[in-house]
């Protein structure tokens, strides 16, 4: 009967021991592996081209919409559960980043708008440093940055009739940069569009009753900004860059 009994003592260690070990195992992957493993068929088209002497290929990643979210962002939740969703969706979006940026170490980064989920909203200007702080923590690239351009989102500058914050554009501008603007790298020139200012000008225009051919813009708008890109002349292959597709089937 003894025996008996420790032999039963023994199968039952090894398989709660076993059983530790899947839940580890189980554990590290969710957290760690499966990152990574979204990646496994991810890599730059370049790799296969036959060299070019005295070329340069650049590699741009381009990401939208991250919205990291704030105490606001669920105002349904209870103070705790809000602050556990912020840490949780912090945790993902920084190992996400992270995996991306290591792995396929771009040369330019592009963000296509909506950086903060509320970041069109009324707050302090030291609410908004440190909701802007979160933001460069998680896509932080370390000892080794490269160029980062961005265009603003619905969620950073507001869009419609709601009642955004009026400092949010200039919050914006200097935090972010330019809503509208172009870049050249490598042969391309970048074109990155307000698109948000894009619908306002629109529905503007509406109103009024002008028609697209005989609209000139806002001044300092995406339409004036468009119209001057066209007159400059070739550019080059363009890659126009815009939060709000321009057209929906």
């Known amino acids: 009967l003894l025996y008996t009994v420790m032999s039963f003592n023994t199968k039952s260690g090894r398989l709660r021991s076993g059983l530790r070990a899947v839940w580890v195992l189980t ?5 760690l592996g499966t990152f990574r493993f979204a990646l496994r068929d991810c890599y ?4 296969r081209q036959p060299h070019i002497p005295d070329s ?4 741009i990643l381009v990401i939208a919409d991250p919205q990291i979210i704030n105490r606001h962002s669920y105002p349904e939740r209870g103070p705790l559960l809000s602050a556990l969703s912020q840490i949780m969706v912090d945790l993902n979006l920084r190992k996400s980043w992270n995996s991306a940026f290591l792995r396929l170490q771009p040369d330019v980064v592009v963000v296509l708008g909506d950086m903060m989920d509320n970041g069109r909203a009324s707050m302090s200007d030291s609410d908004y440093e440190a909701y802007y702080a979160r933001y460069r923590s998680i896509f932080s690239m370390g000892d080794a940055p490269v160029p ?7 969620h950073d500058v507001g ?7 009026l400092e949010a554009g200039a919050r914006y501008a200097s935090h972010f ?12 020139t970048l074109v990155f569009i307000d698109a948000p200012g894009l619908v306002e000008e629109d529905m503007s225009r509406a109103r009024r009753g002008h028609g697209y051919d005989g609209w000139s813009g806002d001044a300092h708008g995406p339409v004036e900004f468009v119209k001057q ?3 400059i002349g070739p550019l080059g292959p363009v ?3 815009t939060h709000i597709p321009l057209a929906r089937p």
């Open 56 to 59: 340069r290929i650049v590699r």
């Open 148 to 154: 980062t351009y961005y265009i603003p989102g619905n």
């Open 229 to 231: 890109t066209a007159s």
């Open 44 to 47: 730059w088209p370049d790799t």
């Open 159 to 165: 869009l419609g009739y709601a009642t955004w914050s």
């Open 177 to 188: 940069g330019p809503r509208n603007y172009r870049r050249t790298i490598g042969n391309h």
């Open 27 to 31: 554990v590290i992957w969710v957290e």
């Open 239 to 241: 890659v126009l860059f």
